[in-house]
């Protein structure tokens, strides 16, 4: 499934743990080269590059997406190491803590726009040019990926309001950087995750947990394993060439937006 993704250069911000990480197993097992990203330093990533074992095609970057700097510096590293770029995934991000409106000072504003909106607009910025590059040579569209979430349509959970803000702020710029570049055939789409179990939950007790299991569907948090699949889609011109501007929810029911 998914042949036309062997040899596409592949960058996934946010992929030393998590849903990043599988997303980035995936890619890889298609055939893809990668780009990983995190923010431990890269000796500290060397183990995980050994436990992918796919040299040539995998390659890891240290960098803060906060940082507009970084964020260049970032595409710019990655282009160089894998000859190019086709695919960017966008998946860094995170709720920086709880705090309610009352509670809100510019240190937690800075921190929370900043990972979850600064990193996706800045990361983007400077992949434009090397994605337009790679949709005029190869004659495929070249792909934006960007993890949104269930709380970009519902609002987040309490002490959430900035990151259920920032996440419905992704939705829509996609939805409008296809009107500035679908003339340029780059397609941009948002995954939108419910509850996953990764890092993200770590703060919550078994019984907040269990709770929240409930309230799904499908009765369970996600696995990672089964975030990965929707974003090979939207990578892959052969199986989504004509599909640009959705954000699709993967989330066992427990939002049927
Ligand atoms: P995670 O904590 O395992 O992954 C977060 C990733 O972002 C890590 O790889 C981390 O290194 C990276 N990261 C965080 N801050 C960074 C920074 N300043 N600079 C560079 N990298 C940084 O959690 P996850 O659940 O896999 O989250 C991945 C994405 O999915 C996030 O955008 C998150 O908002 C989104 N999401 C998760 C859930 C869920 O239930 N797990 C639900 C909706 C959306």
């Known amino acids: 499934m998914f042949e ?4 596409r250069r592949v960058l996934v911000t946010g992929s030393t743990a998590g849903i990043g990480l599988e997303v980035a197993r995936a890619f890889l097992a298609a055939g893809a080269k990668v780009v990983l990203h995190g923010s431990r330093s890269p000796s500290q990533a060397e183990s995980l590059l050994s436990e992918l074992s796919a040299p040539g095609r995998v390659f890891y970057l240290q960098a803060d997406v906060r940082e507009t700097a970084q964020c260049e510096a970032l595409v710019k ?14 998946n860094a991000g ?107 939950h770590a703060d919550k007790s078994d019984a907040l947990k269990q709770t929240i299991a409930g309230s799904i569907a499908m009765g369970r948090f996600g696995e990672c394993q089964e975030m990965a699949p929707t974003y090979l889609y939207l990578a892959s ?21």
């Open 94 to 200: 995170g709720l920086g803590g709880r705090q309610g409106l009352e509670g809100i000072d510019d240190d937690f504003f800075d921190n929370v726009i900043g990972l979850n909106i600064r990193s996706v607009v800045m990361v983007t910025r400077f992949a434009i040019e090397p994605l337009r590059a790679s949709a005029r040579q190869s004659g495929q569209s070249s792909s934006v990926i960007t993890t949104g979430s269930i709380a970009g349509r519902e609002g987040g959970g309490l002490g959430a309001c900035l990151y259920g803000g920032s996440k419905a702020m992704v939705h829509n710029l996609h939805r409008n950087w296809v009107k500035e570049f679908t003339k340029d055939s780059i397609r941009f789409n948002t995954v939108a995750p419910g509850t996953i179990d990764t890092a993200f």
């Open 237 to 257: 011109h052969a199986a989504s060439g004509y599909v640009t501007g959705q954000v699709i929810d993967v989330n066992g029911g427990q939002m049927c937006p």
């Open 4 to 7: 036309d993704l062997k040899d």
């Open 77 to 90: 590293q990655a282009v160089e190491a894998m000859g190019g770029l086709d695919v960017l995934v966008n």
